[in-house]
Every structure is written in C-alpha cells, then in structure tokens.
C-alpha cells in the first residue's frame, strides 16, 4: 500500500495526518515508511526530532543520484533513517528539494519514485508520502508512485475552492499517468464540532456528494504538543480523543481495501 496526502493549500495537516496515520500503522506491526517530499521538513523533524546538519541524507540525495549521468538510482541507493518508534522509518527532507526541482523537471525524472517504491515494497508493508502543498514535480510523482490519496480539509471557505480543481486535477494525473491512483477521500480536519461555520462547509460538502471520510479530526491542542515532543500521538497519549480518531482512521481506510 502507497498512500499520498496531499492538499495544494498549506496549514490543512497534511504532515500531521500522514505522520500520525503512519505511526499508528506501526504501532499495529506493519514495517511501515514515511517519505517527506517537502523541502519544509516538517515530518522529517516530527519524527526524528532532528534539524539542520544532523538530518542525514534522503530523498534530496536519491534524485540528485538520478540526475548523475550513467547512475541509476536503485535499492539501497536512498537513507532510510530508522526513528524511535518501533516499525516507523522515514526517508528525509531537505531545503535542497528545493534547489533540486527545476533540473529533475527538465530531465523529465518524473518517474524515479515510482521505480524507487517498487523496490521499497519488498520492504515495507505500508508506505506514506507527505508532499508540499503544492502541484509541483515532487507531488505529481508521489500520485504517479501511490494507489491512494488521501486529502486533507481544515473546514475553511478558500479550503473548499480549492477542492474543486484539486480533485480534477488528481484525475488528470490518474488518466495520463497511474490508472491505479484512487482518491480515498477527503479527511476533515481541525473540526470545531460547536461552531457553525465549520458544520455548514461539512454539510455542503456532503450535498455535493464529494468524498468525504466519516471520521473527522477534531481540533486539540494536544496535537501541537506532540509536534513539540516530536512524538506521534498515538506513541504520546494513545487514549486522547484526538488520537483515538486517528486510529479509527486508520481502520477505515484500511476496511475499505480489505
């Protein structure tokens, strides 16, 4: 299974969701890897607590590898970085992405992760993909690599918008690229059950008949204090609300490819 999370609006949990979904998926004893495609390093540093020159080399050296005449990248050719948590590695993220991007575009690498994931899998039983908020190289080949995506919405009007041209365009890559990537959904997130404005998007949302999950994320600050642990919730407090949601998530997804 190679699940990406993606949302072009930044601030909607994308790290959140994928880093949480993937430890609770290795806390359930499934040898599970998250990909940070994001040159923020936001799921890099929630995992590994680690910054700067301690990160170690990722996925910013697997596809300077690929641009290097006569190298091809293989298994074994990317850093796996194996964090506390049992079952749970990460391949890395860099600001250098960011640097890398115009070149792997112009070389037409759009391809690499995908034959990178396909050696990968022998390893893992779960693969996550965490990109930037963005439609740019490094999202469009997590799409072309995964078999599911999942979106995050954060109950915000610019939020729903965005929607509409998002899920077009994740049908264009389907239809160009990866016949086998399915939309799984939408994942509320940061919902404030009391307030109105929230409620309304929700049921809108639910007229139009888009693909909303019916398990929503409630907004808590004990999110933001597992940022600052560096811990997943479900390894940090596995009986909160909020993880608990987290977990009943997980199972949803997973039932509904069963």
């Known amino acids: 299974m190679r699940r990406v999370v993606f949302n072009q609006k930044g601030g909607v949990g994308k790290s959140s969701i994928a880093c949480n979904l993937a430890a609770v998926s290795a806390s359930q004893g499934y040898r599970t890897l998250l990909i940070d495609l994001d040159a923020q390093a936001n799921s890099t540093h929630y ?71 396909d050696d990968l899998s022998e390893d893992y039983d779960r693969i996550y993909l965490d990109t930037p908020p963005a439609l740019n190289f490094y999202t469009v080949s997590a799409m072309i690599a995964a078999d599911r995506c999942l979106i995050p919405f954060d109950c915000d009007s610019f939020s729903r918008q965005a929607l509409y041209s998002l899920l077009r365009e994740i049908e264009e890559i389907k239809e160009d690229h990866n016949e086998d ?78």
């Open 181 to 258: 990537l399915e939309v799984e959904g939408i994942v509320v997130n940061q919902f404030q059950p009391r307030a109105s404005l929230p409620q309304q998007l929700l049921d809108e949302l639910l007229a139009e008949d888009l693909p909303v999950l019916p398990v929503y994320l409630t907004s808590s600050v004990k999110m933001r204090e597992s940022h600052q642990a560096c811990t997943p919730l479900i390894f940090l407090e596995p009986k909160h609300k909020l993880t608990q949601q987290f977990v009943e998530l997980y199972h949803l997804l997973e039932n509904s490819y069963a």
């Open 47 to 117: 995992l590994t607590g680690l910054t700067g020159d301690d990160v170690p080399k990722g996925i910013a050296e697997f596809f300077k590898q690929s641009l290097t005449a006569g190298l091809l990248s293989k298994k074994g050719q990317v850093d796996i970085y194996e964090t506390p948590f049992e079952n749970l590695h990460v391949v890395t993220a860099s600001a250098e992405l960011a640097d890398l991007q115009p070149k792997l575009e112009s070389k037409h690498k759009i391809n690499k992760l995908r034959k990178l994931l």
